[in-house]
């Protein structure tokens, strides 16, 4: 039977009040249920539309799919098993209470309306890669042996687009940074530091217009795939406020396990293939909006490879002679620096099949060079897989006529160290963690066409200058609560104007070691379990990081903690070993230089950045 809204609204209360084996019959025929949130209670203060006892969570959560006022819905097992639909979302989840399960099935009725796309918009196709750094053949900078990276698809892109060679994020770990370029905001105003939060619960982050979210405000049809948000932080890939409802959201496995005992290794059999899938699931897509004639469209695709375990199919290890692959200079923690500055990444130490039991990460100690050769050579091999499963998006796009008409941009959450210093991933504020790939190809800006700029820009940047490439009125930067990135389009016609003069970057720590001297990088604590956080700044010349003791909230900026400075000069990007091995801050020469810097950090850390610093 066929029934319209109306009619199965009223058979919902119906079978609610007075009979609840009906359920089986209401729902048969209901959509599926959005991805459930175990362990999490929605607070009072949303308000309550109906009170349904004696459920589950899935039918709880169909109830709520099947009734149009409710916008999200809490299952909870302690109070007689009564399920709670709200008419609204606010984005203060309490998590970690057992006898709750609660989930979003639409947006706030309240909001921006859709509007319009305006005439002449572009398509927008969005590409995330993970844990990516810029050792790219269009970056210039080789693996060993004089050969470079192979990645010929990204390449291709660069050699229609832009390359941004000073480009930055703001957070080096995965969720933090993904809830900034996401949301368009930094971590001090996200509020998420490792794996607890997400934007939405920041102060006014549920009202907040997210990146995708203000390209659907504006008439476009928004679609994503794979590790676009963290998954799970926000909650349901920020469903439904950032994509297109009725087109499902395929998630992601990150892979780790992969390799069982090891960090690397290959891998031939189809169900690891997930990068595979994702760049399949946006064929798929974008074949879909060409056969509706659907446009204009913004979809993102966020790709797992080269997060590890290192795992790839045997061609892409082939593509590199182990032999010749250059190792980390210099090897172990830079020796002035301050202890703060490092910390035990503790993962890839844990694979006893590389390292043995007990082995520990030690900041004056590294890895033998045969594992360092093995993981590095894992690394590549995952970029180069990665880097064909973009060549077949990017082949789709052109085959299916959308390439004159689509800007591509493509960027990394942050970046990586492979053994510099004896780091092994992110976790840190110095360069290799923080800088990132960030191309932009428009096929409307020739002039920017194999262009690369040294302009320095942060990936929160990427949303308002996508927004203005796409045809998009410019979005709101100069209030409270707007997005705090800077539209840098006007590169895409003057790659070499005077931009801004700094990038910045955060990294806190935790769980201060008496003994050793030493942090932990806060991956699972809470906010007020965090002891020091650490705003680092990069000019054209200068990276200036100041450590702070944190309260749980906010930076003490009267009790610093420690201090670095490095000295750029000269670094045009194609050496990981050159710089930042010395931190020169007690230099009484560069005093000038050393106040410079803590003013910029001083003033706030939602700064405005001045268009003040030449481009060289």
């Not at 080096?172 to 001090?188: I, L, Q």
């Not at 795992?311 to 892409?316: A, D, G, R």
């Not at 590549?380 to 499963?389: E, G, H, M, Q, R």
Request: with cysteine.
């Amino acid at each position: 039977m066929n029934r319209n809204c109306g009619e199965r609204y009223a058979l919902l209360v119906l079978c609610t009040f007075l009979l609840h084996g009906c359920f089986a019959v209401l729902l048969a025929d209901a959509q599926i249920c959005p991805q459930i949130l175990q362990h999490t209670c929605f607070p009072d203060s949303m308000p309550i539309l109906r009170t349904l006892p004696g459920l589950d969570a899935d039918s709880c959560c169909r109830a709520c799919v099947n009734y149009s006022s409710c916008v999200s819905w809490t299952f909870n097992t302690a109070q007689n098993h009564s399920c709670y639909l709200r008419s609204k979302f606010t984005g203060h989840e309490k998590t970690d209470d057992k006898a709750c399960t609660s989930g979003v099935v639409r947006s706030n009725p309240t909001g921006p309306p859709t509007m319009p796309a305006p005439p002449g918009a572009k398509n927008v196709l969005m590409i995330i890669i993970d844990d990516l750094r810029p050792q790219l053949g269009c970056y210039n900078i080789t693996v060993g042996g004089g050969q470079k990276m192979h990645t010929p698809n990204i390449d291709g892109l660069a050699a229609r687009g832009l390359v941004f060679r000073n480009a930055y994020n703001q957070y080096a770990v995965c969720s933090p940074s993904r809830n900034s370029f996401m949301s368009g905001r930094r971590p001090d105003s996200t509020l998420t530091f490792n794996f607890k939060d997400s934007f939405r619960g920041a102060p006014n982050g549920s009202s907040w217009i997210a990146f995708p979210q203000y390209f659907k405000n504006h008439g476009f049809n928004t679609t994503g795939c794979g590790k676009t948000y963290h998954s799970g932080h926000p909650p349901n890939f920020d469903e439904p406020y950032s994509w297109t409802q009725g087109v499902d959201y395929v998630g992601y496995n990150q892979g780790l396990g992969f390799c069982g005992d090891h960090a690397a290794c290959v891998i031939n059999d189809t169900k690891y293939f997930t990068d595979e899938g994702l760049a399949n699931r946006t064929i798929e897509i974008l074949a879909s909006h060409k056969a509706h004639n659907i446009g204009p469209f913004f979809h993102a695709v966020g790709f797992i490879r080269p997060h590890v375990d290192w795992s790839s199919p045997q061609e892409f290890w082939d593509l590199y002679n182990a032999d010749t692959l250059a190792l980390a200079e210099h090897k172990l923690a830079p020796p002035t620096s301050p202890k703060v500055a490092w910390v035990d990444g503790g993962y890839c130490d844990k694979k006893d099949g590389d390292l043995g039991k007990d082995y520990h990460f030690n900041a004056t100690v590294a890895v033998p060079d045969a594992v360092a050769r093995l993981w590095r050579h894992g690394y590549y091999a995952a970029v180069s897989y990665v880097d064909a499963n973009i060549g077949k998006v990017l082949t789709a796009l052109e085959d299916l006529g959308f390439a004159d008409n689509t800007v591509v941009a493509l960027l990394a959450d942050h970046g990586y160290q492979l053994g510099e210093h004896e780091m092994w991933e992110k976790y840190t504020n110095w360069e290799l963690a923080t800088r990132v790939p960030f191309i932009i190809a428009d096929p409307f800006k020739p002039s920017s066409h194999g262009v690369v700029t040294t302009a320095l820009v942060e990936n929160v940047d990427m949303y308002p200058t996508l927004a203005t490439l796409a045809g998009l009125p410019p979005v709101p930067t100069n209030c409270d609560g707007c997005v705090e990135g800077h539209d840098a389009s006007p590169l895409l016609d003057a790659p070499f104007r005077e931009w801004k003069r700094a990038s910045f970057s955060q990294y806190a720590r935790c769980s201060y070691d008496n003994t050793t001297g030493y942090y932990t990088r806060c991956s699972g604590e809470a906010r007020s379990e965090m002891q020091v956080m650490g705003y680092s700044i990069r000019t054209a010349t200068y990276r200036y990081t100041e450590w702070f003791r944190y309260n749980g909230s906010v930076a003490d900026m009267n009790q610093t903690v420690a201090v670095e400075l490095y000295d750029h000069t000269g670094d045009v990007g194609d050496d990981f070993d050159k710089f930042e091995e010395v931190t020169l801050i007690h230099f009484p020469v560069l005093g000038l230089v050393v106040s410079s810097c803590r003013s910029i950090v001083l003033m706030n850390y939602n700064f405005s950045c001045e268009l003040s610093h030449p481009v060289v």
